[in-house]
């Protein structure tokens, strides 16, 4: 596998969605492939559903940890609407890929509020102003379908983004991040999500 000079992504969702878990795996995979390694995080009210993201930067040398505007080569987003709040760190020129869980975890502001959530058709129009490719994808409900329960979801991304070729990270270090990273009693659960992503991505 040929090491990019650097490669940037942004990771969001919200909290309880495992954000930090995935930039931690991530992480800790992108330095067993022999890459230095930053990443930074960025949440507001967590473990009350609030809007997390990560960035994950690895390559040869690097020196600062923000994924700077229009220069992700990947966006994870675990929610439709964080999708969006991520987006203009993506650019059509740069090549950047998109991958958004469809699955919508609807703000308490838009319930107070009574406002209308947005389309996915309507979501996905705007990420395709920032992104050369756009992959939606229900990660919450195959995981439940699946694993038994939406938690998944987040290692079930990583796998589905590394079966289709976006993370410059080979396999065997992916499976050792989450070792590292995850509990002991959730490790069989997370290593079959992390092989689901694969499978659906190839399927």
Do not use: W
């Not at 987003?77 to 609807?106: D, K, M, W």
């Amino acid at each position: 596998m040929k090491k990019p000079k650097e490669f940037n992504i942004v990771a969001i969702g919200t909290g309880g969605q495992g954000i930090l878990t995935l930039t931690f795996i991530m992480a800790e995979a992108a330095l067993k492939q022999g890459y230095d390694v930053k990443t930074s995080e960025l949440h507001g009210l967590a473990q009350r559903g609030g809007s997390v993201s990560c960035h994950i930067r690895f390559g040869k040398k690097i020196y600062s940890p923000i994924v700077r505007e229009s220069e992700a080569n990947l966006i994870i987003a675990l929610e439709p609407l964080e999708a969006l709040r991520a987006c203009y760190y993506g650019s059509r020129e740069n090549g950047t890929v998109i991958i958004f869980n469809t699955f919508p975890i609807v703000p308490l502001s838009v319930s107070i509020l009574k406002e209308s959530y947005p389309s996915l058709e309507k979501i996905e129009n705007v990420l395709k102003e920032f992104a050369s490719q756009v992959i939606p994808i229900n990660a919450t409900e195959i995981a439940k379908k699946e694993l038994g329960k939406g938690v998944f979801a987040n290692v079930f991304m990583l796998g589905y983004a590394f079966g289709l070729g976006l993370i410059p990270i080979e396999k065997k270090n992916l499976e050792e991040g989450i070792r590292e990273v995850v509990k002991e009693k959730y490790l069989e659960s997370n290593l079959r999500a992390f092989e689901l992503g694969i499978e659906k991505a190839k399927s």
